[in-house]
């Protein structure tokens, strides 16, 4: 459920913020080693 908020949250990032895809994968890399890590 986690990983699917984290995706859903890059997302809506990329959309409201223009944010790069490279951007959003950052972001879902450090989101998904934290999730990893727990």
Do not use: H, Y
């Amino acid at each position: 459920i986690s990983g699917a908020f984290t995706i859903g949250n890059g997302i809506v990032m990329m959309f409201d913020n223009n944010a790069t895809p490279d951007q959003v994968l950052t972001f879902w890399r450090e989101d998904i080693r934290k999730l990893i890590g727990r």
